[in-house]
């Protein structure tokens, strides 16, 4: 069978002359519904579009400054990943957990928090190691200045640079699928100062475990943190909430 990798004329290389036989590159250029996607996900996951809001094309393309084909294929994405509900002839809609879909969300995400940060604990590099520090004494300034937006996106980085720490693209995989489910509800739980400063804490003993390579300690840590943060969920729901 014909190989169907290109081939180089070396002597043309070799004495500076332009192979032709290798075509330049173009250069990658991102959809714009990719960057409609990731602006509508950044606001579900802030609020700004709560649980079973309606999503208004018109309203959404003018802030947007886009005009309905990108912001529907964007939809399309978010469908995908089960953050919005698409329904026939009437729009689409932030989708809306039950009480019983937060509990299972928490479990799985505990699950796999654990197994990051056990692996991350004995696959890390220095590189690893130096990113993920740096991002904890960000997320402490954002705590010093009471910022919980920034604060929120520090930490979600922060799990996230541990996930990929851990060097398992599946694990990877899994991780985003659920985490993206229960980062609004992450950053909904405003915490009361006694309870915030605990979770920065928890965060100092994570770093602790993963600088110590101690896997046992760092999937506890990481579990342990998650557990809170669920009875933070749990507390932060409305009564309207609890019964959907």
């Given at each position: 069978?014909?190989?169907?990798?290109?081939?180089?004329?070396?002597?043309?290389?070799?004495?500076?002359a332009?192979?032709?036989?290798?075509?330049?590159?173009?250069?990658?250029?991102?959809?714009?519904?990719?960057?409609?996607?990731?602006?509508l996900?950044?606001?579900?996951?802030?609020?700004?579009?709560?649980?079973?809001?309606?999503?208004?094309?018109?309203?959404?393309?003018?802030?947007?400054?886009?005009?309905?084909t990108?912001?529907?294929?964007?939809?399309?994405?978010?469908?995908a990943e089960?953050?919005?509900?698409?329904?026939?002839?009437?729009?689409?809609?932030?989708?809306?957990?039950?009480?019983d879909d937060?509990?299972?969300?928490?479990?799985?995400?505990?699950?796999?928090?654990?197994?990051?940060?056990?692996?991350?604990?004995?696959?890390?590099?220095?590189?690893?190691?130096?990113e993920?520090?740096a991002?904890?004494?960000?997320?402490?300034?954002?705590?010093?200045?009471?910022d919980?937006?920034?604060?929120?996106?520090?930490?979600?980085?922060?799990?996230?640079?541990?996930?990929?720490?851990a060097?398992?693209?599946?694990?990877?995989?899994?991780y985003?699928?659920v985490?993206?489910?229960?980062?609004?509800?992450?950053?909904?739980?405003?915490?009361?100062?006694?309870?915030?400063?605990?979770?920065?804490?928890?965060?100092?003993?994570?770093?602790?475990?993963?600088?110590?390579r101690?896997?046992?300690?760092?999937?506890?840590?990481?579990?342990?943190?998650?557990?809170?943060?669920?009875?933070?969920?749990?507390?932060?729901?409305?009564?309207?909430?609890?019964?959907?």
């Amino acid at each position: 069978m014909q190989s169907s990798e290109l081939t180089v004329d070396v002597s043309a290389v070799m004495s500076g002359a332009p192979a032709a036989s290798v075509p330049a590159r173009p250069i990658a250029r991102r959809a714009l519904h990719e960057e409609v996607a990731d602006r509508l996900r950044e606001w579900i996951t802030e609020g700004r579009l709560a649980p079973g809001a309606r999503l208004n094309e018109r309203v959404l393309c003018t802030e947007l400054e886009v005009s309905r084909t990108p912001l529907r294929e964007a939809f399309k994405v978010l469908a995908a990943e089960r953050l919005i509900e698409l329904h026939p002839n009437r729009g689409a809609t932030v989708a809306m957990l039950s009480i019983d879909d937060v509990r299972h969300l928490f479990e799985l995400m505990s699950a796999l928090e654990g197994l990051s940060g056990e692996l991350a604990a004995l696959r890390h590099t220095a590189d690893d190691l130096r990113e993920i520090r740096a991002l904890h004494y960000e997320m402490l300034a954002a705590h010093a200045r009471a910022d919980l937006p920034a604060y929120y996106r520090l930490n979600r980085a922060i799990h996230r640079a541990i996930n990929r720490s851990a060097r398992n693209p599946m694990l990877a995989e899994a991780y985003d699928s659920v985490n993206l489910r229960i980062q609004n509800l992450r950053f909904r739980s405003n915490f009361k100062a006694e309870k915030w400063d605990a979770a920065v804490a928890e965060h100092q003993a994570m770093l602790e475990a993963l600088t110590a390579r101690d896997p046992a300690r760092l999937r506890q840590q990481l579990e342990l943190h998650l557990q809170h943060k669920f009875q933070a969920v749990l507390a932060g729901l409305t009564p309207q909430d609890r019964s959907s």
